[in-house]
């Protein structure tokens, strides 16, 4: 289930219901699990939390999120951890730059 911005929930059938739809497009291997991955991917590659990718599935708990997700947010981390080293890299060689001068 999730929540529409009225405060609605809402909620979907991914057995049943796509199949004339998939057949009509000539997409028999897509599924509607598949959209709310790629929503997930995306919410987590640009820099969503947890938290709010969670909200935004409907999951109640962000351990449900972390449950079915874990693996689409190692990348971000990993995203993270290379431009705070970056950072820290650069800082240092300004500070050697004005020790050595």
């Known amino acids: 289930m999730g929540l529409r ?3 609605d929930t809402y909620g979907y059938t991914a057995r049943g ?9 000539g997409c028999q291997d ?3 699990r598949d959209f709310r991955t790629t929503f ?9 939390s947890l938290g709010i990718v969670g909200d935004l599935l409907g999951h109640k708990s962000t351990q449900t999120t972390k449950k079915h997700y874990a693996m689409l ?9 290379g431009r705070i080293s970056a950072t820290i890299e650069q800082m240092l060689r300004g500070s050697e730059a004005v020790a050595t001068e």
């Open 30 to 32: 897509l599924w509607a």
């Open 5 to 7: 911005a009225n405060g």
């Open 73 to 81: 947010m190692e990348e971000p981390a990993v995203q993270a951890a």
């Open 17 to 25: 219901t796509g199949g004339p739809l998939r057949q009509a497009g």
């Open 40 to 48: 997930a991917t995306i919410g987590f590659s640009s820099g969503q």
